[in-house]
């Protein structure tokens, strides 16, 4: 598990804002401090699979005691550690079954690409569930 840390910042007039200093752009605020600290781990746990999704390297964890120093931070109200579980996903082995003419197909379609077998049907897979292709019938 890696921690990373979140700034909370509070101006008079607004909710209480949540940063991340290793990750520029992930931002979220909530109405109290309970409510930042749960939107928090919830923006980072997404941006960071947008970045694993587009093949962008997750930085590392930043020190405690660079940020607290850092000028930018001077009006910080808390820092909270966000956990992220490990974002190497496990691989696992399946059997499928599959005409022999559409594995062809998918072998011709791989090698066109540069792919292995393997990684050409996890993207395609991919692909379709989160551009919803394939939608249940009804």
């Known amino acids: ?3 990373y840390i979140a700034i909370v910042h509070k101006d008079s ?3 209480f804002g949540v940063s991340f200093p290793d990750f520029p752009g992930c931002i979220t605020a909530g109405q109290n401090v309970d409510e930042a600290k749960d939107l928090a781990q919830e923006a980072l746990a997404l941006h960071i699979q947008g970045m694993i ?3 962008d390297p997750l930085p590392n964890p930043s020190k405690l005691e660079d940020i607290m120093t850092d000028a930018d931070y001077a009006d910080t109200v808390a820092y909270l550690v966000v956990a992220v579980p490990d974002t190497k996903p496990r691989t696992v082995r399946v059997n499928i079954t599959v005409p022999e003419m559409t594995l062809k197909q998918i072998d011709a379609a ?3 690409r540069g ?6 049907l996890v993207h395609v897979a991919q692909n379709a569930i989160h ?3 394939l939608q249940p019938s009804a």
């Open 1 to 3: 598990m890696t921690n």
């Open 13 to 15: 007039d607004t909710d």
């Open 53 to 55: 999704e587009d093949g």
């Open 110 to 112: 791989a090698k066109k």
């Open 115 to 120: 792919m292995s077998r393997s990684s050409f």
């Open 131 to 133: 551009s919803n292709y």
